[in-house]
């Protein structure tokens, strides 16, 4: 069964804390791979979309990076608007013109000041 | 605002009640999909729709019942609803090929009382 799980289910840090949250999949035919933020009360918004094993993107203090197994999202001196849930999801190839995401359960970022 | 609304944002209704939740997109996009969002669980699957047609029907009760008169409107009608219904719906839309994943509308915050 198609699955992706993140990791860690919360973390916290302090402001200007570098760290990483990771996504890994046990999918067949992954078509992309992709992270969203979702703020409380709003609808996830997209970050990235990564489509092969040793891509990496970049916007502002966020870096994802993919392997064969997982992404990693990484975030360089964090500020407290970086505070959300940060969701990954994957697409995959199933064999017509759209397709599924499949999502993780997220991990809750707090940055405290 | 991201190009897709919902509306309403929230609503409380009784068990017995008959309710619609509306989606719309002028984003240009051809598939429209509805997610349910718990605490604690990854983002669920409902409907999908391609060009206005059907093409999933991810295992949905039937006390669901969506509608989708052209590729830019969409509908969730409720009735019989479950306390355990209780949750954020999240409408999307997507154009395939154009890898971003999915543009999400803010969500109907759902109680069942």
């Known amino acids: 069964e198609d699955q992706v799980t993140q990791s860690p289910e919360a973390l916290r840090l302090q402001e200007g804390e570098s760290s990483s949250l990771n996504c890994s999949y046990t999918?067949?035919?992954?078509?992309?791979l992709f992270w969203y933020r979702q703020d409380p009360g709003k609808g996830p918004e997209f970050l990235f979309t990564?489509?092969?094993a040793g891509e990496e993107k970049e916007k502002e203090r966020l870096k994802a990076t993919l392997t064969k197994k997982e992404s990693f999202l990484h975030i360089t001196a964090p500020k407290p608007e970086d505070s959300a849930t940060y969701l990954c999801?994957?697409?995959?190839?199933?064999?017509?013109?759209?397709?599924?995401?499949?999502f993780g359960k997220g991990t809750l970022l707090t940055v405290n000041p | 605002e991201t190009g897709v609304t919902q509306t309403p944002r929230h609503l409380v209704m009784g068990m017995t009640n008959k309710k619609s939740l509306k989606c719309e997109q002028h984003?240009?996009?051809?598939?429209m999909y509805w997610y349910k969002q718990s605490a604690k669980k990854p983002l669920e699957l409902m409907f999908v729709?391609?060009?206005?047609?059907?093409?999933e029907n991810n295992s949905v009760p039937s006390r669901f019942s969506p509608e989708c008169p052209n590729s830019s409107h969409l509908f969730l009608h409720l009735h019989t609803l479950q306390p355990e219904d209780s949750a954020l719906y999240l409408c999307?839309?997507?154009?395939?090929?154009?890898?971003?994943?999915?543009?999400f509308g803010s969500g109907t915050r759902l109680t069942v009382v």
């Open positions: 999307a839309s997507s154009q395939p090929g154009q890898g971003y994943g999915y543009t």
């Open positions: 990564l489509y092969s």
């Open positions: 999801a994957v697409s995959l190839n199933s064999g017509g013109s759209n397709y599924k995401l499949t």
């Open positions: 984003l240009g996009h051809n598939a």
């Open positions: 729709y391609n060009f206005k047609e059907q093409t």
């Open positions: 999918v067949s035919g992954l078509r992309g």
